[in-house]
């Protein structure tokens, strides 16, 4: 799915290079924001498929960032993976709970997350419009 647009929210700057490269190695449309406010100035003028979401952020955090994108109608389409270091038991749950449609833990697999993300992209993508 070459060209696909993908938005990394991530206040980690080596999390977002890494993941970045991972993404832009394969062909996706990859921008990113280090906290929610960027991201919801980036989100003004680009349109993700998906959002690779770490629910660690300053500010408002990744799960409120998500409920706020998925009560947007303009924001609401948008896949939304939570990714985080604090994989307690309930935490996918209340990711969940908060909208995301997938969860990733770190440290990120750099073999399977390129996977990941292509099968969440084809899961999704039932009608591809022209």
């Known amino acids: 799915m070459a060209g696909e647009p993908i938005l990394?929210?991530?206040?980690?700057?080596?999390?977002?290079?890494?993941?970045s490269y991972l993404l832009l190695s394969r062909g996706y449309d990859v921008r990113t924001s280090l906290d929610a406010d960027d991201?919801?100035?980036t989100l003004a003028t680009f349109h993700p498929r998906v959002i690779l979401m770490d629910l660690q952020l300053p500010g408002m955090d990744g799960l409120e960032l998500t409920r706020t994108l998925k009560s947007?109608?303009?924001?609401?389409?948008?896949?939304?993976v939570a990714v985080t270091a604090f994989?307690?038991?309930?935490?996918?749950?209340?990711?969940?709970?908060?909208?995301?449609?997938?969860?990733?833990?770190?440290?990120?697999?750099t073999r399977q997350l390129p996977?990941?993300?292509a099968a969440l992209l084809a899961q999704?993508?039932?009608q591809k419009d022209g």
């Open 8 to 19: 990394i929210v991530d206040d980690n700057p080596a999390n977002l290079k890494l993941v």
């Open 39 to 41: 991201a919801l100035r």
């Open 72 to 80: 947007d109608p303009a924001t609401r389409d948008i896949l939304i």
């Open 87 to 109: 994989a307690m038991k309930g935490d996918a749950e209340k990711a969940h709970d908060a909208g995301c449609d997938g969860y990733i833990t770190k440290p990120i697999d």
């Open 115 to 117: 996977g990941t993300v």
């Open 124 to 126: 999704s993508n039932p």
